[in-house]
């Protein structure tokens, strides 16, 4: 080994749930107490013996250096939900309420064994190579090469790796396959490093990719990250998943999620997250648009009655733009608004129809009658009771009087609180 040169090894090992196998570590492991965190940068100074169980090492390999990395073994997300130590937040998407995602159904996830071998060379030249032994065969001949950078201009540098790991499912008694997605930093500790001693490696819970994508919808995804979690006990490349994508509007959107399967509301669709399999992700969008309270999104359908015509089916298709005003008896300032109303609705008639959601309590009913005739609103008021099912519930409708503008394709296109500002809406508009 003496003639060998410039080189180091480290040895990432997932914490084994086989007392065997991690006993055979500890003839040339660092001593590392049981389930330690990753740590976020690498000491280096041990020197690595039995260097012999690996095969096919290149022989400009020397003086080989050692860290031993331990994970936690994995606990289901879903505890750590009930047991409120994981923020419902991570979940949220433009400003919907927060639902567990449709494949979220881990309970008892532990790691087998598995490792690492990552190696560090400088070559006779003093360029940076990094060999990853990523099926963890112990045998370098069909694994990686990374070329890095000189030395010289090695400030900082990434290499994107994907750890093979099994998983066991106790709920199941099921092992499976999964990747961790990890990302290599080789940084310097001077200015101007000039052989090992002034390399560092320092790891984080992240690898970031770039691909192009092809859809109605979405002009290209810049990149996904797969995330460890802030703790960093959740292994897996479908856990959890950050994606930034250019739309179709040039406008960035950034999300997050969590398993392959997923559903999630982008640019107004349903998107899936299809498939990962570390190198590729797949979204499938559906052509459906999503019904919702906002800019862009589809006005729901509305199921109450009218106050005058219970019988009357309720249509909100039209050729002109539709102008929902919502309103309520205990509403002081939507009833003194009403006159300007009645002006606004005789002015633009040719431009839009004009139909009101009375939110409201059942015994208002009447009374409601009685400032409708009293005030001449002569278009459909329709009754929506104040319940959780309520449509004004569902459009999260938070001040009184709220007007919603939808176009003949039923999309939500303005939404103001006062008259004037949806007079000028309307008057700009064709």
């Not at 003086?63 to 990395?69: E, M, T």
């Not at 994606?243 to 509007?249: G, R």
């Not at 959107?253 to 640019?267: K, L």
């Not at 219970?310 to 539709?322: A, N, T």
Request: net charge neutral; hydrophobic share 40%.
């Amino acid at each position: 080994m003496k003639s060998i040169k410039n080189a180091l090894i480290f040895i990432i090992c997932l914490t084994a749930t086989n007392t065997t196998i991690a006993q055979s570590f500890k003839k040339f492991a660092p001593k590392v107490a049981e389930n330690a965190r990753i740590k976020d940068e690498l000491s280096l100074d041990d020197d690595v013996e039995n260097v012999e169980l690996y095969k096919n090492i290149p022989k400009d390999f020397v003086n080989f250096k050692s860290a031993y990395l331990y994970i936690d073994p994995v606990q289901g997300i879903y505890e750590k939900l009930m047991m409120e130590t994981q923020q419902p937040e991570r979940w949220e998407k433009f400003n919907k309420r927060f639902s567990v995602p449709d494949t979220l159904r881990i309970y008892d996830k532990k790691l087998l064994n598995n490792k690492l071998g990552v190696f560090y060379m400088l070559d006779k030249n003093q360029n940076a190579t990094i060999v990853v032994d990523k099926n963890g065969n112990m045998d370098l001949s069909d694994d990686e090469i990374f070329k890095i950078s000189t030395t010289a201009n090695l400030n900082e540098r990434k290499v994107n790796l994907d750890l093979p790991v099994k998983l066991y499912n106790a709920s199941t008694n099921s092992v499976k396959d999964s990747l961790v997605a990890l990302e290599m930093i080789i940084a310097s500790k001077s200015a101007v490093p000039n052989s090992k001693e002034d390399v560092i490696i320092r790891f984080s819970n992240r690898k970031s990719l770039t691909a192009e994508i092809v859809s109605e919808n979405f002009k290209y995804i810049f990149s996904w990250v797969p995330l460890l979690s802030a703790n960093r006990k959740y292994l897996g490349s479908d856990l959890p998943l950050r994606v930034d994508i250019m739309d179709k509007k040039d406008s960035p959107i950034s999300f997050r999620y969590q398993n392959v399967g997923d559903t999630m509301i982008i640019d107004n669709y349903r998107t899936i997250i299809k498939q990962y399999n570390g190198d590729q992700l797949i979204l499938q969008t559906d052509k459906k648009e999503i019904e919702g309270y906002q800019v862009g999104q589809l006005f729901r359908p509305v199921n109450g009655i009218d106050i005058f015509n219970p019988d009357k089916k309720i249509d909100i298709s039209s050729k002109k733009y539709l102008v929902f005003d919502f309103w309520g008896t205990w509403c002081a300032p939507c009833i003194a608004a009403m006159p300007e109303l009645v002006a606004l609705e005789e002015k633009y008639k040719k431009k839009a129809d004009l139909i009101s959601i009375v939110s409201d309590d059942r015994n208002n009913m009447e009374l409601a009658k009685k400032i409708i005739k009293a005030q001449k609103l002569v278009w459909p008021q329709i009754w929506d009771e104040r319940t959780n099912s309520s449509l004004t519930n569902a459009l999260q409708i938070q001040f009184f009087p709220t007007m919603i503008v939808i176009n003949k394709e039923r999309e939500i296109v303005f939404i103001t609180t006062k008259i004037k500002d949806l007079q000028a809406f309307l008057e700009k508009v064709e």
